[in-house]
């Protein structure tokens, strides 16, 4: 073999989470595919422990079956409202109709949870990708990361998986019933992957912890009816998603009571 051949993405050392080294850490991404087996185990134990609530929207299940089976890429927006939540989500996953995908789902995560080495190993199994905030780096500076990131997110698309976000950006300390402010990140996300190609759907997960209280109230879900056409303007897009991100909140509200 040559000396020059590429290596393999899988031989590759995963480097260090740090916004000085985000063009290692983002080419990194690019490629990086966890085993599979070990996501679905992941899975599987996180629904055994959590036990999520799932519910749908009428001909939700059916209507996301059909996307699964005709490989349709999915964006999958989630509001947010716990440091719990992509715990929770991974559990509903297992227990719902996005079970045949885990391992081909992408999930965007704040970079401060990659850096503890045994929770950055959870996590990197489970298929999360570092997100670089304005609020935690400065907005002018973590906004060219934000381009890398939607580059690798995609590119992922285009190579087969899915996306799963929380497009509110940070938890909601407000009202856990109404979905805050969205960035167009996910509508350009979204324009960008349709334009390489990959025409993505939206699937809306609404979340809720009820009146739950403790260290680990039980989650209630509920997944609407998937999007399959929208705008071509970002801005256009990501206010569509709001207004159906808080359908799937109402619905899951509903159903927490």
């Not at 000396?3 to 290692?24: C, H, I, K, M, W």
């Not at 850096?115 to 500076?141: C, L, N, S, Y």
Request: aromatic share 6%.
């Amino acid at each position: 073999m040559s000396s020059s051949a590429p290596v393999a993405p899988a031989t590759l050392q995963p480097p260090p989470v740090d916004f000085d080294n985000r063009d290692a850490v983002y080419e990194y991404y690019r490629t990086h595919r966890p085993s599979r087996l070990r996501a679905q185990l992941s899975h599987a134990i996180l629904a055994y422990r959590k036990r999520p609530v799932v519910g749908y929207a009428d001909d939700a299940r059916e209507s996301i079956r059909a996307l699964i089976r005709a490989d349709r890429r999915l964006i999958i927006a989630i509001n947010h409202l716990s440091v719990a939540d992509p715990r929770m989500v991974a559990a509903c996953a297992w227990r719902s109709v996005f079970r045949p995908r885990i391992g081909r789902i992408r999930v965007l995560a704040k970079d401060e949870l990659f850096t503890d080495p045994e929770q950055r190993a959870r996590i990197d199994t489970m298929g999360a990708i570092p997100v670089f905030r304005g609020k935690d780096h400065g907005p002018r500076a973590a906004y060219a990361a934000g381009q890398q990131l939607m580059e690798v997110c995609v590119q992922r698309m285009v190579d087969g998986d899915d996306l799963a976000l929380f497009p509110e950006g940070t938890c909601n300390e407000t009202d856990p019933t109404r979905v805050q402010t969205i960035g167009t990140g996910i509508g350009h996300i979204a324009a960008r992957a349709r334009k390489a190609g990959a025409a993505p759907a939206f699937v809306f997960l609404g979340l809720s912890y009820g009146s739950g209280t403790g260290a680990s109230p039980r989650a209630t879900f509920h997944i609407d009816r998937p999007l399959l056409d929208y705008p071509d303007r970002p801005a256009q897009i990501t206010r569509l998603i709001a207004e159906r991100m808080q359908r799937a909140l109402d619905g899951a509200v509903a159903a927490a009571r």
